[in-house]
């Protein structure tokens, strides 16, 4: 019955068809100098959606998007979601031949990228037979012949829904993951795991449509996208969107705009407290402040607290293949536990297990695993993976951690970053955590590296405060005060800044590889 079947739409393009008749006048989206209200945006996505499909693409198809943050950015997903498309997002750092990957082994049909990567693009779609290429927004005297996002939603074509019936268990999006020891693989993502995810931040995350929310790390990321932006969309708040989270815009953005809600990693937080003129800017709006995607150290959000007077604190963990969200720590239980991820959120069941798969006592480490309504439905065409994956009927998360008494989170570290030193296993981020007590030290990161004597020697990477001096030798003293003597750097470098991804992610394999080299 195809009547019924759209009466109950759990999609989201069917979602934000609600939100639009809700909240159809009030503001939605801004980008620089363009505004969107709902219903606008709603009317925008659907003209794209309109072209894509009359361009030659067909429900099921990937629709590929290789851009930075935009407003059109954010108009070519909703339209690949309304159109029944497959939208593959791309980071756009990746090089020429890492897109090429992507779009060989998603099967990509259509390809929508920024202008300025149009080089890239060039080399990496050669050859390449693809129904649609276009642009997000194109440069004025552009070919007019090429599909572009920005023309087609101000247009005055067709605005009314697609005539595509999109099924809840339907495929919304590939989701590529770093590929930090293998080539990326892609989590399928379905409308429906989506929706369970968006619901479940809107309880969780305390999200509100009378909240302004500033969005500003990158969309192609999972949590930026799904527990954030689409979120607050489908709630009628108004979301205003930066290219990226530099610090100077973040910060006058947040006063200008009396922004309530913004979500970070540690490494921007970071950058944020640093800023020269941080003082000099209004930040009493500022309610909620989320942070994720690594570890916070306890002494950056204690200076946050005191910094942002009656701010209230959201970590949030989890990963791409859980939509990413699997845990929360609300504000009024940071005082207690500072260092613990929270507890997981009502769509979300968790479990700490041993390698046979049984749970483990509450103190001991073990593997997080989950089950959930949000979690991918595989890998993209790669089985063996999903297997490996799914073994026993849970999600293998990749990362060690343990629960307490009360039943709360604490994530050691991911298993490929514990150190096997001397035999002995030790957790980066403990290490880490001490080193960033001491007053001098901006960031950290520590890594393993291989050793005749230690098997791995614990070594710390440190980035200095602007204007600071510490020398190896003191940092080492340091260490030995706060930690075990097996846990203390062998070795630490200064360096005056950590390769980190455009998500914020401090990428400690590129450490490894130039500490190799």
């Known amino acids: 019955m195809p009547e019924t079947s759209v009466i109950q739409q759990n999609s989201i393009g069917a979602a ?52 930075k943050n935009s407003d059109t950015y954010v108009i070519a997903w909703l339209a690949a ?30 390809l929508l990228s920024d202008i300025s990567l149009a080089d890239k693009v060039s080399v990496a779609t050669e050859g390449l037979d693809l129904a649609l290429m276009g642009t997000l927004h194109a440069d004025q005297g552009q070919d007019a012949a090429s599909f572009d ?41 379905t409308h429906q795991a ?3 995810e968006y619901m479940a931040c809107m309880v969780e995350l305390d999200i509100k449509g009378s909240d302004a929310m500033l969005a500003a790390l990158p969309l192609y990321h999972s949590a930026q996208m799904h527990v954030f932006l689409m979120p607050a969309l489908l709630l009628g708040a108004p979301v205003y969107l930066l290219e990226a ?15 309530a809600s913004f979500f970070a990693p540690p490494t921007v937080w970071i950058s944020l407290l640093r800023h ?31 910094r942002i007077p009656g701010v209230g604190l959201y970590n949030c963990y989890g990963q791409s293949e859980i939509a990413p969200l699997a845990t929360v720590l609300r504000p009024e239980e940071h005082a207690e536990r500072p260092a613990s991820a929270g507890r997981p959120i009502l769509t979300v069941e968790t479990r700490i297990v041993d390698l046979d798969m049984n749970d483990v006592p509450p103190g001991e480490h073990g593997e997080i695993v989950h089950r959930s309504p949000q979690l991918m439905n595989g890998y993209w ?15 293998h998360s990749g990362d060690v951690g343990y629960f307490d008494e009360a039943g709360y989170l604490y994530v050691v570290d991911r298993i490929k970053d514990v150190i096997n030193t001397g035999g002995v296993l030790v957790a ?28 791995e020697a614990i070594t710390a990477v440190v980035v200095l405060k602007e204007g600071q001096e510490a020398s190896e030798e003191e940092l080492i003293h340091h260490a030995k005060t706060l930690m075990a003597p097996y846990k203390v750097p062998k070795r630490i470098l200064f360096a005056d800044a950590l390769p980190k991804s455009t998500a914020g992610k401090i990428l400690k394999r590129h450490l490894r590889q130039d500490l190799k080299g």
């Open 428 to 455: 980066s981020r403990e290490v880490e955590e001490g080193l960033f007590k001491h007053p001098a030290v901006s960031e950290v990161a520590v890594i393993g590296q291989p050793d005749e004597k230690w098997i």
């Open 381 to 395: 065409d790669k089985p063996a993976m999903t297997e490996e994956a799914f073994q026993g009927g849970w999600f």
């Open 245 to 259: 989270p530099l610090p100077e815009l973040c910060l006058s953005a947040i006063a200008d705009h009396q922004i």
């Open 16 to 67: 934000l068809n609600r939100s639009a008749r809700k909240y159809s006048q009030q503001l939605a989206l801004v980008f620089g100098e363009r505004q969107w209200r709902y219903q606008a945006l709603n009317q925008a996505a659907n003209r794209v959606a309109n072209g894509l499909l009359a361009a030659g693409l067909s429900p099921g198809d990937r629709l590929a998007v290789y851009g």
């Open 194 to 196: 989506l929706m369970a």
């Open 149 to 189: 996002v920005l023309a087609h939603a101000t247009s005055g074509s067709n605005s009314e829904e697609p005539n595509v019936t999109v099924d809840g268990a339907s495929l919304a999006q590939l989701l590529y993951t770093s590929g930090t020891t293998a080539a990326p693989k892609a989590a399928m993502m």
């Open 276 to 306: 020269a003129e941080f003082d000099r800017f209004d930040l009493g709006a500022l309610n909620k402040a989320y942070y994720g995607a690594s570890i916070m150290p306890v002494p950056v959000l204690e200076e946050l607290q005191q």
């Open 81 to 110: 979601a309304k159109a029944g498309l497959v939208h593959v997002p791309i980071n756009f750092a990746l090089s020429s031949d890492e897109l090429r990957y992507i779009l060989d082994q998603s099967g990509t049909t259509g």
